[in-house]
């Protein structure tokens, strides 16, 4: 059974707008709504655990939920720090998934093929991100702005989510990270801490975070490309 955790329980304060990013439309309908309608119609998602902020839920309910007709949705609520989020999530999938999926509200453009790909990937690989090769030359710097390395940028991807992994390893990976303090910045982070091999999928460089407002106009090109 394969379940996922769409977190969209942050604050958004990058996009520097007084509405929460998820709720933001691109032509008439909220990114967060794209986001649960690529799942939802998804024939090999069995379960679906959306993270939102609590003081958003009677809103999320009403403009969301009720709205698109998303049925047996279920509602989780966000913590501090994304990790956090996506672990009051998991606890609430259905004890028969044996496979999850990990997923950013604010990533609306995540294909059909990207997670039919990694549910395929996992059932070998146990863990699997998806991404996409870098474009540009990568720097290091340090807290001069002195750049001090060029990693080698045949090696170097941007990692997207879904991440997806065997259920009772990435529950182990977050009960781990959470006994020792670990917060990482993707969910694979935690995984690889624990010593399991991470397989990266490639992904599409469509799949964006819509992170700053820029990525509104980007999101609406991108639209009418998978119209
Ligand atoms: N405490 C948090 C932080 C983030 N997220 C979710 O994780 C995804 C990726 O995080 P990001 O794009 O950084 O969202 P924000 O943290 O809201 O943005 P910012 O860093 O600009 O505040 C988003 O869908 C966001 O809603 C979450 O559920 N809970
Ligand atoms: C998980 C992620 O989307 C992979 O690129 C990214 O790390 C999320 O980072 P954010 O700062 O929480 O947006």
Redesign the pocket.
Same mark, same amino acid.
């Given at each position: 059974m394969n379940g996922v955790v769409i977190? /969209?329980? %942050?604050?958004?304060?990058?996009?520097k707008m007084e509405i929460n990013?998820?709720f933001i439309k691109l032509n008439e309908k909220e990114i967060i709504a794209y986001t649960i309608e690529k799942f939802y119609k998804h024939k090999n998602i069995q379960d679906i655990v959306v993270?939102i902020k609590e003081e958003e839920a009677e809103f999320f309910k009403e403009n969301i939920l009720k709205k698109y007709k998303f049925e047996n949705i279920k509602i989780a609520y %966000?913590?501090?720090?994304?990790q &956090?989020?996506v672990y009051n999530g998991l606890k609430l999938l259905d004890n028969k998934c044996d496979t999850v999926l990990i997923h &950013? %509200? /604010?990533r609306p453009f995540v294909s059909g093929y990207t997670i039919d790909k990694s549910i395929e990937e996992v059932k070998k690989h146990k863990a699997v991100v998806v991404g996409v090769r870098v474009k540009d030359t990568i720097k290091v710097i340090n807290d001069k702005n002195d750049i001090i390395d060029t990693p080698d940028r045949s090696k170097l991807w941007a990692v997207q989510t879904p991440q997806t992994f065997d259920y009772n390893i990435l529950l182990k990976s977050y009960e781990d990270a959470f006994e020792n303090g670990f917060y990482g910045t993707d969910d694979a982070m935690l995984v690889e801490r624990i010593g399991y091999k991470v397989k990266m999928v490639e992904g599409s460089y469509n799949n964006i975070?819509i992170?700053t407002q820029e990525d509104i106009n980007i999101g609406t090109q991108i639209l009418k490309i998978q119209d």
């Amino acid at each position: 059974m394969n379940g996922v955790v769409i977190v /969209a329980a %942050g604050t958004g304060s990058r996009m520097k707008m007084e509405i929460n990013k998820q709720f933001i439309k691109l032509n008439e309908k909220e990114i967060i709504a794209y986001t649960i309608e690529k799942f939802y119609k998804h024939k090999n998602i069995q379960d679906i655990v959306v993270v939102i902020k609590e003081e958003e839920a009677e809103f999320f309910k009403e403009n969301i939920l009720k709205k698109y007709k998303f049925e047996n949705i279920k509602i989780a609520y %966000g913590g501090n720090e994304r990790q &956090d989020s996506v672990y009051n999530g998991l606890k609430l999938l259905d004890n028969k998934c044996d496979t999850v999926l990990i997923h &950013d %509200g /604010a990533r609306p453009f995540v294909s059909g093929y990207t997670i039919d790909k990694s549910i395929e990937e996992v059932k070998k690989h146990k863990a699997v991100v998806v991404g996409v090769r870098v474009k540009d030359t990568i720097k290091v710097i340090n807290d001069k702005n002195d750049i001090i390395d060029t990693p080698d940028r045949s090696k170097l991807w941007a990692v997207q989510t879904p991440q997806t992994f065997d259920y009772n390893i990435l529950l182990k990976s977050y009960e781990d990270a959470f006994e020792n303090g670990f917060y990482g910045t993707d969910d694979a982070m935690l995984v690889e801490r624990i010593g399991y091999k991470v397989k990266m999928v490639e992904g599409s460089y469509n799949n964006i975070k819509i992170t700053t407002q820029e990525d509104i106009n980007i999101g609406t090109q991108i639209l009418k490309i998978q119209d």
